[in-house]
């Protein structure tokens, strides 16, 4: 049974950080592609961020404006993804879930691309 399991959120200051952490059992994050999402409330998910298979390189959702703020990273051996939040925004605040997929995909910022979910980690930035 696949498991995704995220870890680290909380509640920070504007301009804190937080790292996320994504823990997979039943399936290898190695050569896989891993997304980062969000959910605000009363608000549609969106992709914040994904770390493709087949390039490995990380894409960022340009909206969430997360380019030079996030950082995506895996290590392989804790079968651990990490999602570095840097000078975080109080629109940030949001449910942020990471997903997964054995295999490339053509967007990886789309969520109906992955078959496997977190349950999710609250994030809220707040004074």
């Known amino acids: 049974q696949v498991q995704l399991v995220e870890s680290g959120g909380g509640l920070v200051q504007p301009g804190g950080s937080l790292r996320l952490s994504c823990t997979a059992s039943?399936?290898?994050?190695?050569?896989?592609?891993i997304g980062w999402f969000r959910q605000a409330p009363g608000k549609e998910r969106e992709g914040v961020s994904c770390l493709s298979s087949a390039d490995d390189n990380t894409y960022f959702n340009a909206h969430v404006k997360a380019m030079g703020r996030f950082t995506m990273s895996r290590d392989n051996a804790k079968n651990t993804v990490y999602l570095q939040m840097n000078s975080l925004k109080p629109e940030d605040t949001a449910i942020y879930y990471c997903?997964?997929?054995?295999?490339?995909?053509?967007?990886?910022?789309?969520?109906?691309?992955?078959?496997?979910w977190g349950r999710g980690t609250q994030v809220t930035v707040s004074s």
């Open positions: 039943g399936f290898t994050l190695a050569d896989a592609t």
């Open positions: 997903a997964a997929v054995g295999e490339a995909v053509s967007g990886c910022l789309r969520a109906h691309e992955y078959d496997y």
